[in-house]
Structures are given as structure tokens and as C-alpha cells.
């Protein structure tokens, strides 16, 4: 490990030596989870509950004529049927909660109103005793659709030619552009001894967690409380939006997310159906509970990715790069989601390389699909694919080694801090260790020295690095502010004491596998010294947390960390203050170890943290000047993002014939700084990684132009990977610190799916070299490998009749 020990030390104040924080401990949630104690919405049945359907649009884009409830109404079963201009009475369009800078909104209502704008959008939601019934009943209710021109092309739908798909509100299909420049990329261009360009096509991908979505609502007008189960990542935020659509007071509303089976960026904000089971249980009180089905996942649940990237990169002969330019497109499907279309390709699009001349725009393009939202990398898988795509493109063109032109491109630790052009600072790190470890993890050398021949089955074999840098967290509130997010970057908890000795640890961040319950625990562990068994986790619930932001863009343990070091501080000076008046001592003279306050100069003077406790609770045996009770809560907003970064490296071996490949060696070094639990950290990586690997190798939602529909929305046809698709995945960490943090850590949950489909392209065009072979579309299919060849193999038949035709003048003439 190489660890910077560099940074601000007043934010990392405990105990020298540290007890819990980098220990591989087990994780507090997996008691509950292997025993089947977890609670997921759907494990939760209340006394007189309804169950909801959702009939959807089948077309992409139609006008909504007219709806006949009648027939459905009269059914057995049926409480309670929901059409859009019931919505639009009961309720106000779901607030964004990350809007695209500079677009005008696209009022969006829990049920479609006039016009559909997607296969799968809402259009009228049913509540009978059972789920079947409220579907039966959905087959009843006659639609009369009049379809609409639609556009399901990213770049087609910017052409004059296409329907417009919001005439009230824009004048295009094109939302809003945004433009980050610095210095002079055009003129540095203008006179470059190299400019190479590229058009990288990105697919759509769904997040598909094991759980998918699922609400739960039940209202007590009497109370005015209206309480709601949720899968999602934020159950503040989902507040937030909840009242504001319901025309509810913030207070009226509890939001409880117990456990949370995956989410992956998906589960971020309020969706049309938390809306409509909330309209429902409020109009029947009774509570209402609605379970996404995975037809309707790949239909109304958000999707991913997808993207166009126009590329440029300049160069002096010697493989130093000048300029670099990206003009990308992304596709917002037919409506702007709670968080909307990626944004971090515009922040990380100069990789860990030091250009200082760099300009990206991104245009943000409206179709009729389903519409994109956050997902797992949230656009920076999108932008190394084509970077690191293009840095081997360049390494070709110029007879440079991919590996030599990265090294010598990449930004040195005496260059950190790096501002890059969207203004975003490149806090620390060793990128060049990063690339030399992955390197010879593969041994690399060996394989660019070794003869281009086929094995004995045929394969020629290739070996590929992509390194990349990775935004985590959040600069502060007021970067958020500039760009009109409706959250804060802070986190926060609260410390309680406890009659048995114990803490309990209020957070607002639900637990969805990211071990947030364990990381906390031990942080908060260290800092106090108390045992790590002692502190109890209590996640999820906006009525026992203080207000926070939630768990996204790999932001939350920064945050927290600041958070529960803050508390944990204040908690064991108020320990400190009551023991010191028991045991007549100074606070300072003090320490805790497990289960008791000690002397420590004499240890045989303690103190139970137990009667500490007690003490506190009951406000007995407590200094005079001292309120009772014995708790802290915090409020941490990090002042700078930390960036992660590594390099991953694989070496496949392609059949030049069919295409087919196989990825025979997969390594990625990675560095998040302090790693809180190794265990975790692996977890996390690897998980990302069979993430960004099925995005890479196989994942697609694919539409069809002609007729709109969605083609691979089953999972008989969305190529989702299992353990035996996996490749061997080999990882590495290195440990520099950032200066930014508390404790120097790092985000870790998204890394894993931003290398991947660089890596692996890299390495299949380094097999077929021979053959010219470039890539620029994913997924990376055997297919799409051997179209390639054949294109490579076309484009240097033509090369070679131009050839002929230009030399055949002046052999007549030598004649």
C-alpha cells in the first residue's frame, strides 16, 4: 500500500491507533438477511391493505382520446380507479430533483394527461383486494389511443424533421445544452501535428436490482400521518417530493425504507406510482401497497447510459496531448426524471490526463423511451469508453505503446490539486502507480514483446488498459445550488445513549447493500472507543433521523464520516464530563476502552459506560450545571469532492474468423483512499465490476426505430450476466489519502463499472491490429467484434483499389 498521510488533520480528530477503522469486520446486516429477517415492503402486509395495478401506454407516443372506467368499476374486488385528470385535480407534477441547468421544466404528472410520451407510461391505476383483480380490471377499462408520430433515435431526434415531443414547452426535441471550456482546444487543434476523432455509441442499460420497486401507503386522517414504505435510496428526498405533489405539509409524512433490495441510482426520488398508491390510500383509507413486476421494470423503471460521444483529441508527434474536445449527446427518454440524464461525463471527460485545453458540451435529447435517470457511474463510464478508446487509437496512429502514452500523459502527484475545465479539482493521487501495478499484474511487457501468431485454437490474443478518474461525493451545497438541485451535500446522525450501555446511531440512509450500517458502526466505534457490538444502526426512517440527503453518487460515506466523527466527539466529551465528575478527575486525564471510562494513569479507577449512561438518562448523580440525557447529533457537509482513481487491464483472446472472445484475465487496481472495511471495499468493486462487465458484453435495451417498442424488455431477451458469465476479476488497491475527507477516504460504490468496456475493447482492437480493427459502439458482442472485422476488412479492400487506381497513371506513363 502506499499511503499520502497529506490533509487537513483537524477533520480526522480520534484516538491515535486505530481500532476498527480498516478491519475486514462482519457485516451487521447480514445476520438479519441470511436468516430471512430482512424487511423489504413486499415482507409487510397491514390489516385491510388493497392492492394497486397500473394499465400503461402500449405505444410510444400517442394522444390519450378518451377512457371508459365502467365495466372495470362494476367488478368484484374493485375500491378504486385513478385516470390523469383525476391526478392532475388531486395532485401537482413530480418536482425534479436534479434538473438539467438551463432547461425549462416538463411538468410531469403521476398518470399520462393528454398525451403519452412512451411505452409504459402510466395511464390509469386500479385498487382491488388483490393484485390480480386490480389487473383484470385493467383489461376491462377500453383506451382510445390515436397514435403520434414518434423518434426513439438519440441523434434523430434533433433533425427537423422529427416530431416534437413537448410542442407547449420547447421549440425542439433538444432540452438544454451545457458547455465546460478552458483555454484554447480550437486553435491548439487548428495547428496540432495530430487530430484523431471518434463517434462512440453508448447503449441503454437497466439497473435490474434484485428488488425491484415497491411502496407501501396507509393515511390516518385523523392524525393527518401519512406513512409510506419505500424501496429507495433517499427517504428524505422521497418526503420531499411526496408533499409537494400530495399538497401536503412535509410534517404529515413519515417515509421508511427498512431494507432495500439493490438500487444502483435507480431508486432515487419519487415515482408515479409512489404518487398514485399515496392518492389511493388517501381516498379509501386503507393502505395500499404496489409491487413492480419485471415487466413493468424495464417499462417505467428509469434506464441508463445512453449516450453519443463525439470525440477529439490533438497531439504533438512525440504522443503529447494538447487539446482535447467532446461534444456528446444524451438521451433523456420522454421526460426529465428525478435525477435525469448523466452529468459526470462532462466533469471527469479529460480522464487523468493533464490537458489544460479542453472543452466539453453536452446536448441533452428528449425520445420516446422511457425516461434515463442515475445509474450506478451516472455518465462516467459513458465518457472512459470513449476517451480511453480514442488514447489506444492514438497510441496506433502515432506507433507509441498504449501504456508509454498514458504514462506520459497522466498527471503526477506534484500536479494535484488538477482544476479541470467544468471547474471541478482533482484533489490527490498516484494515477501512474495505478497503471504500472494493473500493467504488470497482466505482465503486459510480455504480452506486446511476444510474435502476433494464433494459438493452437485459432485466437489471436490482445491485451487492454483503461485508466480513469472517478468523481465521489459532492463540493458543497453552494456547487449544488449553482446547478438547482433540490438537496444539500451533507449528511448526518444522531448519537443516543442507551440504558444498557449501548448507542444507538440514527441515519437517514437506508441500507441497500452498501454496508453503510457496518462502515458507520466502525467509525463510529473508532472514534469513541467503545466496542463495535455496542453500536446499533437505525436506518432509513425521516421520523428518527435528522434531515439528510440520502445514499448516491458515492458520496455517502464521505459525508457521513464527517458527520458521525463530528457527533461521535461531542458524545465522548459529554461521557467524559460525567465520569470526570465520578471518579474526580480531569476529562482530559480519561479514556475509553470497550465498556468502561478508566484513568489513564490508573486504570483501576473506571467507570461503567453503563452507569455513565444511566446517570445521563435519569439526569441523577450528573454534574449541576449538566442538562440530563446523553446525545449528539451532527451535520457534515464536505467542503471539496474526492476523486478516486486506478487503471484496469485484460487480455482476451478473439476468433478473427466468428468474433467470438473470451476475456481470460480481468485486473483492476483501485484506490478510495482509506479503506474503512476491506471487506466492504471488495464487495462493492467486484459488484460494480459484474455491473460495468454485462453493460460492456451483453446488456442492451434496444428499441426499435420503425415501430417504437422496446425489443429486449423481458428477461428472456436483456442479456443480464450470471456468476458463470463472469470472467476471473483480480484486484488491486492502492491507499493515497484525500486531503479533502475525513480520514482520507474516498467513494467506491460506482468504480467498478467505469473501466470495464474500455479495457475490453482495447484489448480485442490489440489482437486484431493486424486487421485494423477499431470498436466504437457497445455492447461488445461477438456480433458486433466480427462487424467490425468485416468493416476493417472492407475499408482496407477499398484502401488498397484507391491505391491501385492512383499508381496505375504513372506505370503507364514509366511505360
Known amino acids: 500500500m502506499n499511503e499520502y498521510v497529506s490533509g487537513n488533520a483537524s477533520q480526522r480528530q480520534r484516538k491515535s491507533g486505530s481500532e476498527f477503522i480498516g478491519r475486514s469486520l462482519p457485516r451487521k446486516e447480514d445476520d438479519r438477511l441470511l436468516r430471512g429477517d430482512g424487511r423489504f415492503v413486499d415482507d409487510i402486509d397491514l390489516a385491510h391493505q388493497l392492492e394497486m395495478a397500473v394499465g400503461r401506454c402500449p405505444f410510444p407516443h400517442a394522444r390519450i382520446r378518451a377512457i371508459d372506467v365502467s365495466r372495470a368499476s362494476e367488478m368484484i374486488g374493485v375500491r378504486h380507479i385513478l385516470v390523469g385528470s383525476d391526478v392532475k385535480k388531486l395532485s401537482e407534477p413530480i418536482q425534479v ?3 438539467v441547468p438551463g432547461a425549462p421544466p416538463l411538468p ?8 403519452a410520451v412512451h411505452e409504459g407510461q402510466a395511464v390509469v391505476s386500479v385498487v382491488a383486494t388483490s393484485r390480480a383483480i386490480a389487473e383484470d380490471a385493467i383489461e376491462q377499462i377500453e383506451i382510445d ?3 403520434l408520430p414518434h423518434v426513439v433515435d438519440t441523434l434523430e431526434t434533433l433533425s427537423d424533421a422529427a416530431p416534437l415531443l413537448h410542442p407547449d414547452v420547447l421549440e425542439s426535441n433538444l432540452l438544454a445544452s451545457n458547455i465546460d471550456s478552458n483555454g484554447k482546444p480550437d486553435a491548439i487543434m487548428a495547428e496540432a501535428d495530430v487530430v484523431l476523432t471518434g463517434r462512440f455509441r453508448i447503449n441503454r442499460v437497466t439497473a435490474f436490482p434484485m428488488e425491484g420497486r415497491a411502496v407501501l401507503a396507509s393515511w390516518r386522517p385523523g392524525a393527518r400521518e ?7 435510496q433517499v427517504p428524505h428526498l422521497v418526503r420531499k417530493q411526496l408533499a409537494e ?22 431508486k432515487l426520488g419519487a415515482y408515479p406510482e409512489d404518487i398514485l398508491a399515496c392518492l389511493h390510500a388517501m381516498a379509501l383509507r386503507h393502505p395500499v401497497k404496489w409491487v413492480e413486476d419485471r415487466m413493468e421494470h424495464f417499462r417505467a423503471s428509469t434506464h441508463g447510459r445512453e449516450a453519443v460521444h463525439d470525440f477529439a483529441v490533438a497531439a504533438e508527434r512525440t504522443g503529447r496531448i494538447t487539446a482535447l474536445t467532446n461534444n456528446y449527446t444524451t438521451d433523456l427518454g420522454g421526460w426529465n426524471s428525478s435525477f435525469g440524464s448523466a ?11 493533464k490537458v489544460a485545453d479542453a472543452r466539453v458540451k453536452r446536448s441533452v435529447a428528449i425520445t420516446n423511451k422511457t425516461p434515463i435517470g442515475a445509474y450506478r457511474g451516472y455518465g462516467q463510464p459513458e465518457v472512459n469508453f470513449a476517451l480511453e478508446v480514442l488514447v489506444d487509437r492514438l497510441a496506433r496512429q502515432l506507433a507509441i505503446d498504449p501504456y508509454d502514452l498514458r504514462a506520459m500523459n497522466m498527471l503526477k502527484p506534484t500536479d494535484l490539486p488538477w482544476r479541470v475545465p467544468s471547474g471541478a479539482i482533482y484533489d490527490s493521487g498516484d494515477y501512474l502507480q495505478s497503471l504500472k501495478i494493473a500493467a504488470d499484474a497482466v505482465d503486459y511487457t510480455g504480452h506486446r514483446a511476444r510474435p502476433r501468431t494464433a494459438r493452437a485454437d485459432g485466437r489471436l490474443v490482445g491485451v487492454g488498459l483503461s485508466s480513469f478518474v472517478e468523481r465521489t461525493g459532492y463540493a458543497s451545497a453552494r456547487f449544488l445550488a449553482n446547478r438547482g438541485s433540490q438537496f444539500g451535500a451533507h449528511e448526518s446522525v444522531t448519537l443516543r445513549a442507551n440504558r444498557s450501555g449501548s448507542i444507538d446511531l440514527y441515519t437517514g440512509v437506508s441500507t441497500f447493500g ?9 467509525i463510529c466505534a473508532d472514534v469513541l472507543g467503545v466496542d463495535y457490538e455496542k453500536i446499533h444502526v437505525h436506518a432509513g426512517d425521516t421520523a428518527a433521523s435528522p434531515l439528510n440527503t440520502g445514499a448516491f453518487a458515492s458520496r455517502t460515506l464521505i459525508a457521513a464520516a464527517g458527520a458521525i466523527n463530528k457527533a461521535a466527539l461531542l458524545f465522548r466529551e459529554r461521557t467524559f464530563k460525567i465520569a470526570a465528575a465520578i471518579l474526580e478527575a480531569s476529562p482530559a486525564d480519561l479514556d475509553i476502552q470497550g465498556d468502561v471510562v478508566v484513568l489513564r494513569s490508573n486504570h483501576a479507577r473506571a467507570v461503567s459506560t453503563k452507569e455513565i449512561f444511566r446517570r445521563a438518562i435519569l439526569g441523577q448523580g450528573i454534574p449541576a450545571s449538566d442538562a440530563p440525557g446523553l446525545e449528539a447529533t451532527a451535520f457534515f457537509e464536505p467542503t471539496d469532492a474526492a476523486f478516486s482513481f486506478g487503471t484496469a487491464a485484460s487480455v482476451v483472446a478473439v476468433d478473427p474468423e ?5 476475456v481470460e484475465r480481468f485486473v483492476m487496481v483501485h484506490d478510495c483512499g482509506k479503506s474503512v472495511n476491506p471487506m466492504l471495499v471488495e464487495g462493492q468493486v467486484r459488484g460494480a465490476l459484474v455491473q460495468g462487465l454485462g453493460a460492456a458484453l451483453g446488456e442492451e435495451l434496444r428499441y426499435d426505430r420503425e415501430t417504437g417498442q422496446l425489443l429486449s424488455g423481458s428477461m428472456l431477451d436483456y442479456f443480464v450476466p450470471t456468476a458463470a458469465d463472469i470472467p476471473p476479476i483480480e484486484l488491486l488497491h492502492t491507499e493515497v489519502l484525500s486531503p479533502v475527507t475525513t480520514f482520507g477516504v474516498r467513494g467506491v460504490g460506482e468504480v467498478g463499472t467505469i473501466p470495464p468496456a474500455a479495457a475490453i475493447a482495447n484489448a480485442i482492437c490489440d489482437a486484431l491490429a493486424e486487421f485494423g480493427v477499431e470498436i466504437s459502439e457497445l455492447p461488445l458482442t461477438p456480433e458486433a467484434v466480427w462487424r467490425a472485422l468485416r468493416a476493417a476488412k472492407t475499408s482496407s479492400s477499398l484502401e488498397n483499389q484507391s491505391e491501385k487506381r492512383k499508381t496505375k497513371p504513372y506505370e503507364h506513363a514509366a511505360e
Open 343 to 353: 452529468q459526470l461525463s462532462s466533469v471527469v471527460f479529460t480522464g487523468p490526463y
Open 145 to 147: 389511443y390515436e397514435p
Open 97 to 99: 430533483l436534479r434538473p
Open 108 to 115: 410531469y404528472y403521476a398518470l399520462a394527461q393528454d398525451v
Open 245 to 266: 405533489s400530495l399538497r401536503l405539509d412535509e410534517g404529515e409524512i413519515r417515509v421508511v425504507a427498512s431494507d432495500v433490495g439493490g438500487a444502483f441510482g435507480l
Open 658 to 662: 466468428t468474433g467470438e472472445f473470451a
Open 514 to 522: 452498501q454496508g453503510s450500517e457496518t462502515a458507520f458502526a466502525q
Open 226 to 232: 401519512l406513512a409510506v414504505q419505500s424501496s429507495t
